[in-house]
Each structure stands twice: as C-alpha cells, then as structure tokens.
C-alpha cells in the first residue's frame, strides 16, 4: 500500500489551491511504487481525496503535475535568492548550490534522467527567470547588451550551470556549495 507523504506544504504556497498541493503530493507519493505511466487519472484523484472533476480543472494531464511542482520548487528558491539581490556573483552561485543542499528532498522523488528531461521541456522559462537573477557581469565582460551572439552564450551558460548542477546532486553532493561556487566562477572565468 501507497504511504501518503507531504512533499510540499500548504503553508509554503499561500495562494495556491489546497487541491493542487494535495495532487502534486499524491502523485509524488504513488510514484515511489509506480512510474507515472501506469499511474491513471482515477487512482491518483482518488489518492489525494480529489475528484477528477477537480483534477481536471488544474490539470490536463500528469506530467503537468509534476511540471507544476518544478516550477513550485523553482519559485521558492528564487524568493530565496530574492534575499541576497545585492550580494555578487560568486555569493549567489554559492546561494544556489547551498539551497539545493538544504532542500534537497524536493528533487529526491525524481531520477537525474526525469528531472532532465522537465528542465528541457520548460527550458525557456527556467532560463529567462535565471538569468535575470544574475549579475550582469558575467554577460557583459563578454558581450554588449545589443550583440547578436549574446544569446548563445546565455543558453551555453543556464545550460552548463544546469548540468553541473545535476552532476553534483546524482554524485551526493559531496564538494561544498563553497568549492562548487569557486568551480563556476572559473568556468565562467570570472
């Protein structure tokens, strides 16, 4: 039998529908046991004492559960990083890894593959909210504002950050936030 478990906090999310917090933790929940291919509409609506009436006003289809849920996640930790808008470059690389650290639980229901492939599909979004949150600086020793070939360094940059953070989160974690920030700063050669 399927324990229900809490992944996210009605709390955390004030104005979010209760219901769309208890599907993304019933969903959550049943894919410890069952890939979400075998998962149907009606079990998962019925795990989460919601009807599928309910279910289908939030949601289309599962995996707009879980894209859901990322974007949840993603929105707490840029209200986290909110904080340290001031700070420099390397303090907000070191903010991000330390996040991740202290809420790794968020990415543990998932395979590295999954979360992967939920990042490329919302690729967009996910990048414009990152690189808006970061120092300038990183861009501009490179390029002007108005330089055609800017946006291929931007999404060379959002996806090896991306990537290496997902190395680091499949090997344990095992290096500092501290050796991780130092790590991108010298990737970025800044």
Not at 101 to 126: G, W
Request: glycine share 2%; hydrophobic share 40%.
């Amino acid at each position: 039998m399927v324990e229900k478990k809490t992944y996210l906090k009605e709390y955390e999310y004030i104005g979010v529908p209760k219901t769309r917090i208890m599907l993304i933790n019933g969903l959550l929940s049943i894919m410890e046991e069952k890939s979400i291919d075998k998962i149907s509409i009606r079990e998962l609506s019925d795990f989460s004492h919601v009807s599928r009436k309910t279910y289908y006003r939030h949601y289309n289809k599962k995996e707009d559960v879980i894209e859901d849920y990322i974007k949840l996640v993603f929105e707490m930790f840029l209200n986290y990083e909110a904080q340290f808008s001031h700070t420099n470059t390397k303090q907000k690389i070191y903010n991000v890894f330390e996040w991740i650290r202290n809420n790794k639980h968020y990415f543990e229901p998932f395979s590295y593959e999954f979360l992967i492939s939920m990042l490329t599909d919302n690729y967009e979004a996910f990048r414009d909210l990152y690189l808006e949150r970061f120092d300038e600086r990183i861009i501009t020793h490179l390029f002007e504002k108005n330089d055609p070939l800017l946006k291929y360094y931007e999404n060379f940059q959002w996806v090896g950050f991306i990537k290496v953070i997902f190395i680091w989160l499949k090997s344990g974690m095992v290096e500092t936030s501290e050796q991780m920030s130092d790590l991108c700063m010298r990737m970025m050669n800044l």
